[in-house]
């Protein structure tokens, strides 16, 4: 059967059934308001498929996580970031030579324009540095304006996003900007860039050089979520790359989406501040009046445990002990996961915890400052955004997103 009957006032119309690679079953409306007059409400999108993909496949029923095909279980073990960005914007990994050449491109693009560290100067030393990645990206299309090399473009966006990312650090802190260096990979050239100060040696920690590439990996991409979907709405108007990601980095900045990675800390700070007693705040959450929500737990489309969450617990504990450290707000973490887990509001309403609620125990640990942790998950989500835009993009049917309504305000009336 490839059509469904959709019965509705005074007719009935036949809709196709489009089936995916992993037999997701969906029904094609697209014509559905040339032929009735209907349009689909669906707020928040929870049913709407916006596009076909063949990047990432989630089943959040069963907690699977695949970019092109490939468990997130095996890239974490196997893949560099570059390896992973690599797959999702062109489809396959690299071989040796696609690698190096990639690698080598990426590394020959790391420094910004000169002018651009003027913008720097220009904010106020408290400011968010996620306002500034997103100014920097869209200034970068006035750098780079033409637009006819696409693959060039891409490639400046992953080699400056972390030189922009530690140049406001380090204008956060008041510290000299310090360069990209051409002789280190892209985890330990982000790492010396945001701790190397002048004339002093600095030496990039393998742990934490392996937990950043862990991170950035487990963030590359999640198919059609709040900020990739802002993505493809910016790019689809034909926006150029630049002030597509832009917009991406604007859309991850939200508490309910990438921001959520620093309320988890913010939260877990105040339970211990206030005595640890992490029971009130689990009351809390049930408590629809409290406006308290548990953050970093929840999800739109895991309904079971959130792949990336299980890989970050296992790598929080181990990076603490690899570099000697502990942390309290592990163990709070830990506890609330535990009485959540088995606490019926939480079951019923099948909520885990999700990637943020122990990605941030990390960033501590390698000393990223709390206002930094999304900026760190858009490091990691770019390759995704830019593959989700490029896929658009090079869709020959591809057209503008433009959602439709149902008005429900005043009907026409004039003025006296
Ligand atoms: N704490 C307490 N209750 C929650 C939580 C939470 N973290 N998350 C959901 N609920 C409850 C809701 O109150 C609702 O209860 P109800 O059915 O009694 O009204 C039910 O669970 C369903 O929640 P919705 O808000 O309808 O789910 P939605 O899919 O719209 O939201 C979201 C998903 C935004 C992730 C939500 O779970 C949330 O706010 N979580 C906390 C923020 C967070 O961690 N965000 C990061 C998500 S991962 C990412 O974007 C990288």
Redesign the pocket.
């Given at each position: 059967m490839n059509t469904a009957k959709l019965i509705l006032p005074e007719q009935e119309v036949e809709l196709p059934i489009v089936v995916g690679s992993e037999f997701e079953k969906a029904l094609d409306i697209s014509k559905l308001r040339g032929t009735t007059g209907f349009i689909t409400l669906d707020s928040?999108y929870?049913n709407t498929g916006s596009c076909k993909s063949a990047i990432t496949f989630i089943n959040g029923e069963k907690g699977i996580l695949r970019y092109r095909g490939y468990p997130i279980e095996e890239i974490a073990d196997k893949c560099s970031f570059l390896e992973t960005a690599y797959l999702l914007i062109y489809g396959n990994l690299p071989n040796a030579e696609q690698k190096a050449a990639f690698q080598d491109n990426v590394t020959s693009h790391t420094l910004i324009h000169e002018d651009m560290k003027k913008f720097f100067e220009g904010y106020p030393s408290n400011a968010h540095p996620m306002a500034i990645l997103a100014s920097m990206f869209t200034s970068l299309s006035t750098f780079y304006p033409n637009n006819q090399d696409t693959d060039l473009d891409i490639v400046r966006l992953i080699a400056k996003a972390p030189t922009i990312a530690a140049f406001s650090y380090k204008k956060s802190v008041g510290q000299p900007f310090v360069y990209p260096r051409n002789d280190l990979e892209y985890a330990s050239n982000f790492l010396q860039m945001m701790w190397a100060v002048p004339a002093q040696e600095y030496e990039v920690s393998p742990a934490v050089r392996d937990a950043l590439n862990l991170l950035l990996i487990l963030h590359a991409d999640?198919e059609q979520?709040?900020s990739t979907s802002t993505v493809r709405m910016v790019g689809s108007s034909q926006a150029n790359l630049f002030a597509s990601m832009a917009a991406g980095v604007s859309a991850l900045w939200g508490?309910?989406?990438?921001g959520?990675n620093q309320?988890?800390i913010e939260m877990l700070q105040r339970i211990r501040d206030d005595g640890g007693d992490y029971k009130k705040y689990m009351a809390m959450?049930?408590d629809?009046d409290s406006g308290f929500?548990?953050?970093?737990?929840?999800?739109?489309v895991y309904k079971n445990f959130d792949p990336r969450a299980r890989i970050l617990e296992k790598a929080a504990g181990r990076v603490l002990s690899e570099l000697g450290l502990s942390d309290p707000l592990l163990d709070i973490a830990k506890n609330l996961e535990e009485i959540a887990l088995a606490d019926e509001?939480f079951v019923e309403?099948k909520?885990y915890p999700?990637?943020?609620f122990y990605s941030g125990i990390i960033y501590r640990a390698m000393g990223i400052p709390t206002e930094m942790f999304t900026v760190m998950?858009a490091l990691g989500r770019l390759p995704g955004w830019i593959a989700q835009w490029k896929e658009m993009r090079d869709d020959p049917k591809g057209r503008i997103y433009r959602p439709r309504q149902v008005y429900v305000g005043a009907t026409e009336r004039h003025l006296d």
């Amino acid at each position: 059967m490839n059509t469904a009957k959709l019965i509705l006032p005074e007719q009935e119309v036949e809709l196709p059934i489009v089936v995916g690679s992993e037999f997701e079953k969906a029904l094609d409306i697209s014509k559905l308001r040339g032929t009735t007059g209907f349009i689909t409400l669906d707020s928040g999108y929870g049913n709407t498929g916006s596009c076909k993909s063949a990047i990432t496949f989630i089943n959040g029923e069963k907690g699977i996580l695949r970019y092109r095909g490939y468990p997130i279980e095996e890239i974490a073990d196997k893949c560099s970031f570059l390896e992973t960005a690599y797959l999702l914007i062109y489809g396959n990994l690299p071989n040796a030579e696609q690698k190096a050449a990639f690698q080598d491109n990426v590394t020959s693009h790391t420094l910004i324009h000169e002018d651009m560290k003027k913008f720097f100067e220009g904010y106020p030393s408290n400011a968010h540095p996620m306002a500034i990645l997103a100014s920097m990206f869209t200034s970068l299309s006035t750098f780079y304006p033409n637009n006819q090399d696409t693959d060039l473009d891409i490639v400046r966006l992953i080699a400056k996003a972390p030189t922009i990312a530690a140049f406001s650090y380090k204008k956060s802190v008041g510290q000299p900007f310090v360069y990209p260096r051409n002789d280190l990979e892209y985890a330990s050239n982000f790492l010396q860039m945001m701790w190397a100060v002048p004339a002093q040696e600095y030496e990039v920690s393998p742990a934490v050089r392996d937990a950043l590439n862990l991170l950035l990996i487990l963030h590359a991409d999640h198919e059609q979520n709040c900020s990739t979907s802002t993505v493809r709405m910016v790019g689809s108007s034909q926006a150029n790359l630049f002030a597509s990601m832009a917009a991406g980095v604007s859309a991850l900045w939200g508490p309910l989406h990438g921001g959520a990675n620093q309320k988890v800390i913010e939260m877990l700070q105040r339970i211990r501040d206030d005595g640890g007693d992490y029971k009130k705040y689990m009351a809390m959450a049930k408590d629809k009046d409290s406006g308290f929500r548990l953050m970093g737990f929840g999800h739109r489309v895991y309904k079971n445990f959130d792949p990336r969450a299980r890989i970050l617990e296992k790598a929080a504990g181990r990076v603490l002990s690899e570099l000697g450290l502990s942390d309290p707000l592990l163990d709070i973490a830990k506890n609330l996961e535990e009485i959540a887990l088995a606490d019926e509001y939480f079951v019923e309403r099948k909520l885990y915890p999700n990637v943020d609620f122990y990605s941030g125990i990390i960033y501590r640990a390698m000393g990223i400052p709390t206002e930094m942790f999304t900026v760190m998950f858009a490091l990691g989500r770019l390759p995704g955004w830019i593959a989700q835009w490029k896929e658009m993009r090079d869709d020959p049917k591809g057209r503008i997103y433009r959602p439709r309504q149902v008005y429900v305000g005043a009907t026409e009336r004039h003025l006296d």
